[in-house]
């Protein structure tokens, strides 16, 4: 590892540390989700991220934005998007949907050529529909149980099988492991984080403004959209508790139908 990543890690360790000594209770009242067996520790990495966003992402995002011309943002956005498309054709065929890991080939293709790199989005100008998929949702096609929520230092809100998603898809990141020069990766990476915390650059007002316990809210906002993402948008209706087993049936657990 080199060092100024090594650096990096001590230091968000030790910020993390920091952040945990000052617990994070659970407010009084609030009914415990059986999908969140460690709520306690994840309420404290939530303050911390949520503090790492208030002082240090969400500002250098606010630079980012009134410095970078909105054309120039939109081609960053763009580069990133098509190198994300390759990603998730992989992810199609190893979830067994051939036909549309072909459409996410197509729009790699379309947008590489005539949109001179992915500069230009032209496949969605002509109709090409964009799909996201990753490891975490994979997994889940695949029948692996997404297990108890889980708050990840940095990367937020997941689920024990997310979180083995996420290392999977850092593993296999092109724009990290296919750059070899460490400053330029840090910067290519530093400006991918940026790019897409501007999209939900007015997320954290309205959360604010509608949730009442931002926790809960977030958590559960979370684990639906997984298990909607997992089921292409058809999740099946189920009982979140199952009696006969006498478990918590995590959202994503049932075994997908086909």
């Not at 993402?229 to 058809?234: H, K």
Request: charged share 20%; proline share 5%; with cysteine.
């Amino acid at each position: 590892m080199p060092l100024n990543h090594r650096f990096f890690c001590q230091f968000l360790v030790g910020l993390l540390t920091l952040f945990l000594v000052g617990c994070a209770t659970i407010p009084e009242g609030q009914v415990r989700s059986k999908a969140d067996p460690w709520e306690a520790l994840n309420r404290n990495v939530y303050v911390f991220n949520t503090n790492l966003d208030d002082y240090v992402v969400r500002p250098l995002t606010k630079v980012y934005e009134f410095a970078v011309p909105e054309i120039v943002r939109s081609r960053f956005s763009n580069v990133f998007a098509n190198v994300g498309d390759v990603f998730t054709a992989v992810q199609q065929l190893l979830q067994g949907k051939p036909k549309t890991a072909l459409d996410d080939l197509i729009r790699v293709f379309v947008n590489t050529t005539i949109g001179l790199g992915g500069i230009f989005d032209v496949a969605t100008d002509a109709g090409l529909e964009k799909h996201k998929e990753d490891f975490g949702q994979t997994f889940g096609v695949w029948g692996i149980p997404s297990g108890p929520y889980v708050v990840l230092p940095v990367l937020g809100p997941s689920s024990l099988r997310d979180a083995f998603g996420w290392a999977a898809d850092l593993n296999t990141d092109i724009l990290i492991n296919q750059i070899d020069n460490v400053p330029v990766r840090n910067i290519v990476s530093g400006v991918r984080i940026v790019d897409q915390r501007l999209k939900y650059l007015n997320a954290s007002g309205l959360l604010a403004g509608v949730a009442f316990d931002q926790y809960s809210f977030v958590r559960d906002a979370y684990l639906q959209r997984r298990r909607f993402l997992i089921y292409d948008g058809e999740p099946p209706l189920i009982d979140d508790y199952d009696d006969q087993n006498n478990r918590m049936q995590y959202p994503g657990e049932e075994k997908r139908m086909r």
